[in-house]
C-alpha cells in the first residue's frame, strides 16, 4: 500500500489519496463480510463512539504516513513507523490494563533503539529544519510527519483492541473505511486533480492492499493482545527494502540495515520467550 503512495510522488493530494484507499478497501471488505453472512447484521454497533475515535486516530497515521513518504524514502518511512509498537505496549498498559511481561517492554525498547540507529542518517537534517536551513529541512518534515503517524497508529491499533471486546470485527473495519472515506471526500473542495492511467492503477493498488491489510490487522488483534503483536510489525521492513530496490530503485543505507538486524532481533526474541513462557501451560493442562 505505501509502495503505491510512493509511487504517487506527491502529484496527488492527500486527501484525494485517503479517498480512494478507503473507498476501494469497502469491495474487498464487502465480500469478506458477504462470505459471513448477513452484512446488516455483522456490521451492527452499538459503539459509534468509540468508532468515531478509531477513525479519527487511524485517518490520522493514514494522512501523516502518505505525507512523510513525499520527504522520505520507504524503507525510512517504514523504519520510523516502528516507533509505534513502543508507543502501543504504553498506550495497552495504561489504557486497557494489560499486562505486559518484562520480555515484550524489553523486546520493543531494544527495538526502538534500532529505529534510532536507522535514524542516525537523518539527525543532521533534523538539527537544519530547526536552525532554519530550507535546503536540508526535507528529511526533517518527514521525519516529524512519520512519528505522527506512528502515534497516530498506536492510538488506532488500541482502540481496534477494545472495540474488539464489544464489537464485531466487520463493524470495526466497515465504519473505519466509511469514515475515512467521508473525511478524504470531504477535501475534494480544495480542489482536485484528475489522475491519469498510472495514477489511477497506483490509487486502486493503494486501496486493494490496504483494505486487506486492515481486515487481516483487525482479525489478528481480536485474537491477541496488541502488546504482543505490535513486534510484528517490524517485519515489514523487509518488504519495504525489496520493493525499494525491484520497483523505486531505492537502495537502503547501512544504517538502515544495521538498524533492521536490531529491531529483527528484538522481535525473534518475543517471539521465543513468549512460547518458552506458554510450554509449561500447555504441560499443566495436559496433565
Given at each position: 500500500m505505501l509502495a503505491c503512495v510512493k509511487g504517487l510522488g506527491g502529484g496527488i493530494p492527500t486527501g484525494e489519496v485517503i479517498f480512494f484507499r478507503s473507498f476501494v478497501a469497502l469491495f474487498p471488505l464487502l465480500i469478506w463480510l458477504k462470505c459471513q453472512g448477513n452484512?446488516?447484521?455483522?456490521?451492527?454497533?452499538?459503539?459509534?463512539?468509540?468508532?468515531?475515535?478509531?477513525?479519527?486516530?487511524?485517518?490520522?497515521?493514514?494522512?501523516?504516513?502518505?505525507?512523510?513518504?513525499?520527504?522520505?524514502?520507504?524503507?525510512?518511512?517504514?523504519?520510523?513507523?516502528y516507533a509505534a509498537p513502543l508507543f502501543t505496549v504504553v498506550m495497552a498498559a495504561i489504557l486497557l490494563k494489560e499486562h505486559v511481561r518484562f520480555s515484550r517492554w524489553l523486546a520493543v525498547i531494544v527495538g526502538f533503539s534500532g529505529i534510532l540507529v536507522m535514524?542516525?542518517?537523518?539527525?543532521?537534517?533534523?538539527?537544519?529544519?530547526?536552525?532554519?536551513?530550507?535546503?536540508?529541512?526535507?528529511?526533517?518534515?518527514?521525519?516529524?510527519?512519520?512519528?505522527?503517524?506512528?502515534?497516530c497508529s498506536a492510538a488506532s491499533s488500541v482502540q481496534i483492541r477494545f472495540l474488539n471486546g464489544v464489537e464485531k470485527p466487520g463493524a470495526i473495519v466497515f465504519y473505519f473505511s466509511l469514515m475515512t472515506m467521508l473525511i478524504g471526500l470531504a477535501t475534494i473542495f480544495f480542489g482536485w486533480p484528475m489522475p491519469d492511467a498510472l495514477q489511477l492503477l497506483l490509487l486502486i493498488g493503494c486501496g486493494f492492499f490496504g483494505g486487506m491489510a486492515q481486515i487481516l490487522i483487525t482479525l489478528s488483534l481480536r485474537y491477541a493482545d496488541a502488546s504482543l503483536l505490535a513486534p510484528f510489525d517490524y517485519t515489514t521492513l523487509v518488504w519495504s527494502m525489496l520493493i525499494g530496490y525491484f520497483f523505486l530503485d531505492n537502495l537502503p543505507t547501512s544504517t538502515t540495515i544495521i538498524g533492521a538486524a536490531i529491531v529483527a532481533t528484538a522481535g525473534i526474541f518475543t517471539i521465543w520467550s513468549e512460547r518458552r513462557l506458554r510450554k509449561p501451560r500447555i504441560v499443566r493442562g495436559i496433565n
Open positions: 452484512i446488516l447484521a455483522l456490521i451492527k454497533t452499538k459503539n459509534i463512539f468509540g468508532h468515531l475515535i478509531r477513525g479519527f486516530s487511524g485517518t490520522g497515521g493514514m494522512y501523516f504516513n502518505y505525507l512523510a513518504l513525499v520527504y522520505i524514502s520507504l524503507a525510512d518511512a517504514t523504519a520510523i513507523s535514524l542516525s542518517a537523518h539527525l543532521n537534517a533534523t538539527e537544519s529544519f530547526f536552525s532554519g536551513d530550507a535546503a536540508s529541512a526535507t528529511s526533517g518534515i518527514g521525519i516529524m510527519f512519520a512519528l505522527l503517524a506512528a502515534f
